[in-house]
């Protein structure tokens, strides 16, 4: 059974940084594409952020919305992906997911953790 456990949301000012980590047990994470989505009250989630599997090189991809401010990285040694965020927005605000591909390169998407919550504000 694969599992995925966030952790690393809080309060942080604009302009603050923050970084999401996503354990996971169950599943080497390396074998399939990750990812992290966040979904803000009232909206749709989002995909903000991939990273492909191992075997096909580890390519990220962004959304625009957070490209150049935020990194997906993982680290297989600790079966963690991670979500580095700087430069952050009110705009930010939301509960981010990681979730865990069946596939090497991306969707669909098929194990989620329970999210954490991120809140910018000042």
């Known amino acids: 059974q694969v599992q995925l456990v966030e952790s690393g949301g809080g309060l942080v000012q604009p302009g603050g940084s923050l970084r999401l980590s996503c354990a996971a047990s169950?599943?080497?994470?390396?074998?399939?594409?990750m990812s992290w989505h966040r979904q803000a009250p009232g909206k749709q989630r989002e995909l903000v952020a991939s990273i492909t599997s191992a075997a096909t090189g580890g390519r990220t991809n962004y959304s625009d919305s957070v490209k150049d401010r935020f990194t997906i990285s993982r680290d297989n040694a600790k079966n963690t992906v991670y979500l580095q965020m700087n430069s952050m927005k009110p705009e930010d605000t939301a509960v981010y997911y990681c979730?865990?591909?069946?596939?090497?390169?991306?969707?669909?998407?098929?194990?989620w953790g329970q999210g954490t919550q991120v809140t910018v504000s000042s």
């Open positions: 169950g599943a080497i994470i390396s074998a399939r594409a």
């Open positions: 979730a865990r591909g069946v596939s090497l390169y991306g969707d669909p998407w098929a194990y």
